[in-house]
């Protein structure tokens, strides 16, 4: 990577830092606003995970990007594994260790950096990474890496915003960076997909969740930590075409984001 490539990637670990910072108080409340449940996230995103991962009691799982611990605290209730949370934010590590509290002998939390995990090779039996992809500007270097601190077999659990399949024009992506600055990409959920198996994973799994959010809310979320006016996402949303209205939903008040969560086995062989 050269000089500007790297201060480039600098100053976006700076600015997700700050952003979460800023965030970490009330993270969990908007959360639980947008998803309409106390969890901040649909029950259905939730079970996801767990299902993935229900065969590994006492087995060793990093969740990359772990925040407030929203995954966390149901996944330790539910399945009882030894759980490792690595995250770029120290405070929103604090929310997390605060959740967590009740499961501290199997839990440990890591201030960390996802693009230089500090872990060895063969770690873990799985990994987790939700809503933190869009972060990483070469995905591709970190499923690979992801793959190489699995064990055989292992499983990882990829969960995040997604475009809409006929979105060829990344309507989503340039609203995301319109609101976002340390915004990188989102991919389509087959993109995703074909990016795994690339990486030498089999996908025996793949769910994308429809949900509506309203225009307020994205300012809420993520806009006014940037200084983003509700004015300039309604003018962006004006300039949508009928094709990514359609596919948006685009309303005077809200619009439909799609959630896609993939299961993918390390070498191809179940738990």
């Given at each position: 990577m050269d000089s500007t490539g790297s201060s480039e990637l600098v100053e976006r670990k700076k600015t997700v830092q700050e952003y979460y910072r800023k965030r970490a108080m009330d993270y969990d409340q908007q959360k639980s606003r947008t998803w309409q449940s106390e969890r901040g996230f649909?029950?259905?995103?939730?079970?996801?995970?767990?299902?993935?991962?229900?065969?590994?009691?006492?087995?060793?799982?990093?969740?990359?990007?772990?925040?407030?611990?929203?995954?966390?605290?149901?996944?330790?209730?539910?399945?009882?594994?030894?759980?490792?949370?690595?995250?770029?934010?120290?405070?929103?590590?604090?929310?997390?260790?605060?959740?967590?509290?009740?499961?501290?002998?199997?839990?440990?939390l890591v201030l960390g950096d996802a693009e230089h995990l500090p872990f060895t090779e063969n770690a873990f039996d799985a990994i987790i990474c939700m809503s933190t992809m869009h972060y990483f500007a070469d995905q591709r270097a970190i499923v690979?890496?992801?793959?190489?601190?699995?064990?055989?077999?292992?499983?990882?659990?990829?969960?995040?915003?997604?475009?809409?399949?006929?979105?060829?024009?990344?309507?989503?992506?340039?609203?995301?960076?319109?609101?976002?600055?340390?915004?990188?990409?989102?991919?389509?959920?087959?993109?995703?997909?074909?990016?795994?198996?690339?990486?030498?994973?089999?996908?025996?799994?793949?769910?994308?969740?429809?949900?509506?959010?309203?225009?307020?809310a994205l300012i809420e979320d993520k806009g006014r930590y940037f200084g983003v006016k509700r004015e300039a996402l309604q003018e962006f949303v004006s300039k949508a075409t009928p094709e990514e209205q359609e596919l948006y939903g685009l309303g005077k008040n809200e619009m439909t984001l799609f959630y896609t969560l993939i299961t993918a086995l390390k070498d191809g062989r179940a738990v």
């Open positions: 649909g029950a259905e995103i939730i079970d996801e995970v767990i299902n993935a991962l229900s065969a590994l009691k006492g087995k060793e799982v990093l969740e990359v990007g772990v925040g407030s611990g929203r995954i966390a605290q149901p996944l330790i209730s539910e399945v009882e594994p030894y759980f490792v949370g690595l995250d770029l934010s120290r405070e929103m590590l604090k929310s997390a260790k605060t959740k967590l509290s009740p499961h501290r002998r199997s839990v440990n690979a890496d992801f793959r190489d601190r699995l064990k055989r077999p292992g499983v990882f659990v990829y969960g995040d915003l997604t475009l809409h399949e006929l979105d060829n024009r990344g309507f989503l992506d340039r609203m995301e960076r319109l609101l976002s600055k340390p915004h990188a990409k989102y991919y389509k959920p087959d993109e995703m997909k074909k990016l795994l198996e690339k990486q030498g994973f089999q996908v025996p799994k793949t769910r994308t969740v429809p949900y509506r959010k309203s225009y307020e």
